[in-house]
């Protein structure tokens, strides 16, 4: 049984525990870097085919304490790298370090990467060639404090990249990131979803995925099945069939608007990709001019809205209208709902005139954002 490390963003690793805790996966530990857990091949294909908010799958492979390079050289020299792809498969170093005597990350990639190499030089007379873009084989070093973690990517790509969007606004919401936030708020499928501002509706369509259990992931290949230790493949495509029919096509009420009839066809469009388009309804509307709730619930749901944090002054300006919008928008028509608003400017947030009762750290690519909850009793 070997030990994988579900890599995530720090602030959205508790969500991730969570959500292998509930997918029976035997959790380990926590850190900054992501959630360990337990597992064979089989339980590290079905993490690939089921998390929704990690950004890949890592090995971990050796930990030590360096701070020369011939330390660094011979430590890596400990694992040997040789049985996972052949002299013809290109391999590529991935390198970050923190307070480590290697200040460049660069060259401590190089220094890696020699170590490799010459594993394989000596073994087999020749080595594999190294590739950013066709590295069969991704080793990942991180460095803290001269402690070092390697690791060999399972991965092969970015899991919360799921491909479905064909098109896209300014500054859209990642994949992963939306997926984490609508756990946050502890939405389930029985209650109505909305997003008021949806732009390429990547936050409907997320919830949508989560509804119907269904994987983005199903179709594609991962880097661990190109390596010699994959022996066979025929328990993968078995796998493959039982998250197909896991897929569970449920009546859900989500729906996304957005004022720019663009973007309503965006949606639509990426929508289609993702192949929920029986499971939500987009409509061209205006936060302003928002009519009469079109869904059935008994339940009040859950919105989430990732509005616009203004980069300029003149945006600030003329969003603070827009933010006052939104509040009235909560209050006259969401009464009982769970509001969640992504807020990346504080000033701007003051315009919902509405106090907040959980603010939880959240970072949207470099910005640092509040995810702040306003459950309208």
Known sequence: MAQFLAVAAKTQVSVLEKELSSEKFKVDKISS???????NWQECLRAHLTLRNTTRILLPVLEFT???EDELYNNILKHDFTKYITVKQPFMVESSAIDCSFKDSMYLSLKVKDAIADQFRSKFGSRPNVSKTEAELRVVV???KNNYLVAVDTTGGILSERGYRKDQGPAPLREGLAASLIDMTGWTSDRPFVDPMC?????????ALKANKKSMMLRKQFAFQSWKQWISQDWSESYRQVARREIQPSSVNIFGFDHNPRMVAVSNLNSEAAGTQTSITFKQQSVADFSESPWSSSKPGVLVVNPPYGERLGDVERLQKTYKELGSLFKNHFRGWDCWVLSGNAELTKSLSLKST????IFNGPIKCKFLHYPMY
């Open 33 to 39: 870097l992501g959630v360990y857990f337990s597992g």
């Open 66 to 68: 360096s701070y020369k």
């Open 142 to 144: 991180k460095g803290f």
């Open 199 to 207: 732009g390429s509706g990547t936050l409907p369509i997320e919830a």
């Open 358 to 361: 959980q603010q939880i750290d």
